[in-house]
């Protein structure tokens, strides 16, 4: 985990490991909601056991009249909807 005094990730080992191993970590079974919102990918073929495979994640986004190239991100919102 992260280790708040060094501020660094750790991972502790069960058995000694020589000096400039290669180690593999496991995210563990998740559906690919769970990767793509706390990781940002998502598997191709990441069949839940349910059965479901949900490649989406709502996300809560706000575009403001003030903001930078407010029209231009507008128009680009509103054709994405219309796929």
Not at 26 to 35: H, I, L, T, V, W
Not at 36 to 60: C, H, K, Q, R, W
Request: hydrophobic share 35%; aromatic share 10%; charged share 25%.
């Amino acid at each position: 985990g992260f280790n708040q005094s060094s501020k660094k990730f750790t991972m502790t080992t069960v058995r000694p490991m020589a000096n400039n191993v290669q180690v593999h970590d496991s995210y563990g079974a998740k559906c690919n909601s769970r990767f793509l919102l706390n990781y940002g990918f998502a598997m191709e073929d990441n069949t839940a056991p349910n059965g479901s495979n949900p490649n989406t994640v709502p996300i809560v986004a706000m575009l403001l009249p003030e903001h930078e190239a407010f029209e231009e991100k507008r128009d680009i919102w509103i054709r994405s909807d219309e796929r």
